[in-house]
């Protein structure tokens, strides 16, 4: 057994779902490992053609290429307090891709030549609470 040299920091997207109705496969949860120097705008575009290449079929492919504005699951930013935050990105229903920055990403390949995938979620920032306007 051995393990591949960790990625510091890395973009993870994966397959996120809720009830059995929507599982995805363990083999097929991760959907993409992308350079951690990538802006989260370009994850963004990216995040939303993965879920339309996966879950549209071809006229719903074709109607977005045409127009973008009839895309029914276009990729959204995560937010903090109601405040847009580009450290993780969502698309689609259920289940739906998330893309989220991870650290020490690795690839575990066993003697039976099967592979683990593990990595460490980096934490969503707090945001300070508002303490509203102040009186002069």
Not at 22 to 46: F, G, P, Q, T
Not at 97 to 114: H, I
């Amino acid at each position: 057994m051995h393990t591949t040299r960790p990625l510091k920091s890395a973009w993870l997207v994966t397959w996120e779902w809720i009830g059995d109705h929507a599982h995805v496969e363990e083999s097929e949860k991760i959907v993409a490992v992308l350079n951690y120097r990538w802006s989260s705008e370009k994850v963004r575009d990216l995040v939303e053609q993965l879920y339309a290449a996966f879950k549209y079929g071809p006229s719903d492919k074709a109607a977005v290429a045409h127009n973008k504005k009839t895309n029914p699951y276009c990729a959204e930013f995560g937010s903090i307090s109601g405040v847009p935050w580009g450290g993780e990105v969502m698309c689609g229903h259920n289940p739906w891709l998330y893309a989220r920055s991870v650290k020490n990403f690795r690839v575990k390949v066993r003697d039976d030549g099967t592979q683990q995938c593990l990595w460490e979620e980096v934490p969503r920032p707090n945001l300070p609470q508002s303490r509203g306007p102040t009186e002069a």
